[in-house]
């Protein structure tokens, strides 16, 4: 009878939601005799999608609201016959507001939305749509391209550091970007919408001017279903395009000089923006071209061996072409190379010990979209891109590691090439109405990726003291190899495999999404997600559903909230883990006597063999569960507040371990680790006339792992030491790298003041304050002390203040800045000595010192 009762109680309430449902929105679009069509493109004839079109009769009345699909079409319709003010909003472009709009039987109006970009004037436009977005479904924090070349921040010429100013994105030390918490390859990281991750690896290595964005967004929870592999969510690089007026940029054009030890060059990091048209309102071109060249001199060293001097060069080239009205094609082509001949100098890491690094990028893609006659789009897309690096040493002399420092040659030879070759399609249906309005897309992907490796390595001597004994630095051995007892070296390592190898995985992926808009306020995003590929071999079926309500007609005030299921891709550099080669280590107690890895004396020298194993039957897919909840609301003052809550949790995520969690060196990739994201974050804007904006986030959070070591063959860490000298099993629960449980951020460009002979003097900052990143602690022979991250840095604070001059000279528009990178000349160490057998223990390094910058930018003509 129970079951029954509930069977009946499914049934009413299925057929009331129903009954609402009819009764909040139409079957199909309303016939009146007075409606209005809105049609919103952008300069090059491309239809801007979600635009939100307000229509009022005047500017104080409360205005009716439409969203433009896919087409860039909505509509309007049971109008009284009266005079109209249109205007349409999205973010990223200038505001259009047309005063005089008549409704008619059949009355058409076309908006040409422009792009955001660095011009002096802008005609019949305003410049401040409002940022909370009716038809924005997905988490997102976005900054536009003039965002990124307002905020100030250290190596403006590496567009990847101003990532750190967007709320959510933490950048590691060692400059990657980590957004809610995750792993920088758990993160899609899309250029104009094509896959540009790493493909091996995941890291973010590509690069494109500063001065050739129009926008940069991350999405770190609640994305759509045509998203997926990327359990930390999307960050989409949107570069520019030209149009029917020719423009150039150049910016840094003058080098700089230092005189650390003696007047030398120091930087030039040039960069040259052009575009415009191939043909009037049919073809145009984009050519962002940057270079860079550092010479770093590091003071501490002689110094006839204490400089690096660093080149690199890009070119991001596109082509879009209006083959006809329904049909648009572009093109693109970005290259990079570096050339950094002694990476990674430093006081503890001489000339001697760096390798060369040369590394080069290829990414070429072409898009189609075609409109039919009936109403569809069809996007068809096809990407390669390739990443190379050549890690060299300066010669074969034995690299040796003491307390303090490092000697020899570096032990590293290594040839790395990953590639990707992508295939997309996505079809936009017309819209249809069935208790409300539903906007369906679908979309297949392809991917080929494929990566082979070479790795030469020679030994490794890791000395107990300050100081190698031997005139090499290299610990003594027989014919054989082997370490000769007694031995003056606390650990030994040596080396095999890492021959040529090649990993290839193939992907596919399908989805299916809607846009079901139930009433003029009510907003659902349900999705289906099904991934594959040949590594794991299994169906991963991703449901999505995400919803957006408006609490007023005006739009000041959503509730977004939403989950999913996120599948992260195969992590390839994983898989090849096993063809990067194998090691043997030798432990020697304080008295040169041979030791076992828990510092137990054994008879004769005998090492411990680290492997790496990949059993492909036995893999799982990681799987995450993200969902969120936010408020936006509009507050008096103009200020626009966003209060958001995130959480990620993830399991069956892949991790190399020992069988059981022992200690040991036979490390197999297992499906066993658990990482979880919490975080409540709130931020504050507030966007003054013209391009100025005041932005201020606190964010709350916490990065754990169950299982946080990363171990491979070249991180020797064996095991763990806990107080009194227990040896543990090597994995173990703690914050990642790059938890930083409090963060405040701000960065704003305001009008500093105006006087009759100084005009447009402008103030941007940026400030960041957070908990200091954890790091892990090692004994002498490298092994773990402790539990992971169980210290932290000091507290990171810093400041950037400059003033920005724009004026007219010789006929053409200039900016000259300069001001100071951490004017407060906080300390900040990014280095620190974590043996804790040293008697520099626990000392800080690597200050980032306050420095003065200055920046030139050419602005063509008016």
Not at 699 to 728: E, K
Request: glycine share 8%; aromatic share 12%; proline share 7%.
């Amino acid at each position: 009878m129970r079951a029954a009762f509930i069977e009946k109680l499914a049934v009413r309430i299925g057929a009331l939601t129903l009954l609402a449902c009819s009764s909040l929105a139409q079957t199909h679009p309303p016939n009146t005799s007075h409606k209005l069509e809105v049609t919103v493109s952008d300069e090059n004839g491309i239809a801007v999608r979600s635009a939100v079109v307000f229509l009022s009769t005047a500017p104080q009345t409360s205005p009716r609201r439409c969203e433009t699909d896919f087409t860039g079409h909505c509509f309007f319709t049971s109008l009284p016959t009266a005079t109209f003010q249109l205007r349409v909003e999205k973010q990223g472009f200038y505001t259009a507001v047309l005063p005089s709009v008549q409704a008619q039987a059949t009355a058409a109006v076309n908006v040409t939305l422009s792009h955001l970009r660095e011009v002096r004037s802008v005609v019949n436009v305003s410049e401040s749509p409002s940022p909370i977005d009716p038809a924005q479904v997905s988490s997102k924090e976005q900054i536009s391209g003039l965002d990124v070349i307002d905020i100030p921040y250290p190596a403006t010429n590496d567009y990847r550091n101003v990532l750190n100013f967007i709320p959510g994105v933490v950048q590691d030390a060692s400059g990657q970007p980590h957004v809610a918490g995750a792993q920088t390859y758990q993160t899609l990281t899309l250029l104009d919408g094509f896959n540009v991750t790493q493909p091996a690896n995941g890291l973010l290595l590509v690069r494109v001017s500063s001065d050739g964005f129009r926008s940069i967004e991350v999405e770190p929870s609640r994305e759509p279903a045509e998203y997926g592999k990327a359990a930390g969510g999307i960050l989409g690089l949107n570069t520019g395009i030209g149009d029917d007026q020719f423009h150039i940029i150049a910016t840094n054009f003058i080098p700089s000089l230092q005189n650390k030890s003696g007047i030398a060059l120091d930087q030039w990091t040039p960069r040259i923006t052009l575009s415009g048209p191939i043909r009037t309102r049919k073809m145009w071109f984009f050519d962002a071209l940057e270079g860079e060249y550092d010479n770093f001199i590091v003071t501490q060293l002689p110094s006839n061996a204490d400089a690096d001097h660093y080149w690199r060069a890009g070119n991001l080239a596109k082509v879009q072409t209006n083959l006809s009205s329904r049909n648009i094609l572009t093109t693109s082509f970005l290259f990079n190379y570096l050339d950094d001949q002694h990476s990674g100098l430093s006081p503890l890491q001489p000339v001697s010990t760096t390798p060369s690094d040369i590394e080069f990028a290829y990414i070429g893609t072409v898009k189609d979209q075609h409109y039919f006659s009936g109403g569809e789009l069809l996007e068809a897309g096809f990407n390669v891109d390739q990443y190379n690096l050549a890690l060299t040493p300066l010669g074969t002399q034995p690299y040796f590691v003491t307390l303090n420092t490092v000697g020899g040659n570096y032990y590293l030879d290594s040839q790395t090439h990953a590639r990707r070759w992508q295939g997309l399609a996505n079809l936009y249906l017309p819209p249809h109405y069935a208790h409300g309005r539903h906007d369906l897309k679908l979309g297949i992907d392809l991917d080929r990726i494929d990566y082979d490796a070479r790795f030469l390595r020679q030994p490794i001597s890791f000395w107990p003291g300050v100081a190698a004994t031997t005139p090499n630095g290299a610990c003594p051995t027989n014919a054989s190899g082997v370490p000769v007892v007694p031995s003056p070296c606390a650990r030994y390592s040596i080396f095999s495999g890492g021959n040529y190898s090649a990993t290839y995985n193939f992907e596919t992926s399908a989805y299916v999404e809607d846009r079901w808009q139930l009433t003029n306020r009510f907003l659902l995003g349900p999705g289906l997600r099904l991934d594959w590929d040949e590594i794991v071999r299994s169906p991963l079926p991703s449901p999505r559903l995400a919803g957006t309500y408006v609490l007023d007609n005006s739009g000041n005030t959503k509730i977004s909230a939403g989950a999913g299921l996120v599948y992260d891709a195969t992590d390839l550099i994983l898989i090849a883990r096993p063809q990067a080669g194998e090691r043997q280590d030798y432990f020697f107690n304080s008295a040169g006597q041979p030791t076992d890895l828990s510092g137990t004396a054994i008879p004769a020298p005998s090492p411990i063999l680290s492997t790496f194993t990949v059993n492909h039957q036995n893999l799982e897919a990681p799987r995450f569960l993200n969902w969120s909840v936010a408020l936006e609301k509009k507050l008096p003052a103009a200020l626009f507040m966003k209060a958001e809550f995130i959480q990620r949790q993830g399991t069956h995520d892949f991790v190399y371990n020992t069988p059981n969690n022992l200690p040991g060196g036979n490390f197999i990739l297992q499906n066993t680790r658990d990482d979880r994201y919490n975080a409540f974050q709130i931020t504050v804007r507030r966007s003054f006339r013209q391009r100025y904006t005041v932005m201020g986030s606190y964010t709350r959070s916490s990065t754990h792992s169950n299982q946080v070591l990363d171990f491979n063959v070249d991180a020797p860490i064996l095991g763990r030491v806990l107080p009194g000298n227990t040896i543990a099993s090597p994995q173990a629960p703690g914050p990642l790298l790059w938890d930083a449980p409090n963060r405040f951020l701000s960065w704003g460009f305001v009008p500093f003041f105006r006087l009759p002979i100084i005009h447009e003097l402008d103030l941007a900052y940026s400030a960041e304050a957070r908990t200091g990143f954890p790091f892990n602690v090692f004994t002498d022979q490298q092994l773990l002390f402790g539990s992971p991250g169980s210290y932290r840095f000091p507290t990171y604070f810093t400041l950037n203040l400059q003033l920005e001059k724009r004026f007219h000279l010789f006929g053409y528009y200039w900016a000259l800045r300069g001001g100071f990178d951490d004017i407060s000349g906080a300390s900040n160490p990014v280095v620190v000595n974590a043996d804790i057998n040293s008697p520099q223990f626990l000392t800080f390094s690597g200050y980032n010192r306050r420095a003065f910058t200055s920046r030139i930018r050419f602005l063509g003509k008016k």
